[in-house]
């Protein structure tokens, strides 16, 4: 192979005060920013819808299995170009996202697009983790006084996440490797970043390798965290208990 590696190319400087090192930086940034917050909205969604998905009231159940059938189902890049190119146009608060600057505006409806798409995995994770306890659970909240909300609160859902949290691990980590097809709307997150480098040096293995341990680090990091949480909230005699 007559390919000349050039390692030294992060370092130098397209423009004034910045180097290719920066762009990577600055991309890893915007991912792990992307990444974190739509994870937060995807948890607290997918919560509630994971909830509703057990509640004995077969409308809210329906509503949210519902949300489920049609997030899984339509592919993520497809949705993220309904988020940035129509949304706007119909949602109430659209003429705010349209009044942000382009990066922010990419930002949010790479966040939201993100958030709402991983909301339905996690309902899915959910709902599972809950049906999967006995029944005389729920019934022994019922009977010591607790209404249906705080049997959810104390019993069900506590329980539920413990046995979810390996799924849920996975869930985490896709979200950032998903925040990929942000760049289809032009946010320069970590692989837009690595792509626009190629474009300006021509090094690619460079530049990839450099992404690749980008993401590398940032599962490793996502994994160490969910497995020192998962040794901190388990109980004895529950499954995968240490």
């Known amino acids: 192979m007559n390919y000349q590696w050039h390692w030294n190319v992060f370092l130098q400087a397209p423009s004034a005060n910045t180097s290719y090192l920066d762009w990577l930086l600055s991309g890893l940034g915007v991912t792990l920013s992307l990444g974190l917050a739509s994870w937060l909205i995807a948890l607290a969604i997918g919560t509630v819808l994971g ?97 249906l909300a705080q049997t959810y609160r104390y019993v069900l859902l506590p329980m539920s996440f413990r046995i979810v949290l390996p799924p849920l691990t996975s869930e985490f980590l896709n979200i950032f490797k998903n925040s990929a097809v942000a760049s289809t709307i032009g946010l320069l997150e970590l692989a837009a970043q690595g792509r626009q480098l190629v474009d300006y040096t021509a090094q690619p293995y460079e530049a990839f390798i450099a992404v690749t341990v980008a993401y590398m ?16 909230t388990s109980l004895p005699g529950l499954a995968g208990a240490k």
């Open 51 to 147: 909830i509703m998905r057990t509640l004995p009231n077969k409308w809210l159940a329906g509503l949210a299995a519902g949300y489920v059938e049609l997030f899984r189902n339509v592919p993520l890049l497809v949705q993220i170009f309904i988020w940035y190119f129509a949304m706007p146009e119909i949602l109430p608060f659209g003429d705010a996202i349209k009044a942000l600057n382009p990066m922010a505006q990419q930002f949010v409806t790479a966040m939201l697009c993100l958030g709402l798409f991983t909301a339905a995995r996690v309902c899915e994770q959910l709902r599972a983790g809950i049906e999967s306890l006995p029944k005389g659970q729920k019934n022994a909240g019922l009977a010591v006084g607790f209404t």
């Open 217 to 232: 680090l940032i599962n490793i990091s996502v994994m160490s965290l969910m497995r020192w949480i998962e040794h901190k």
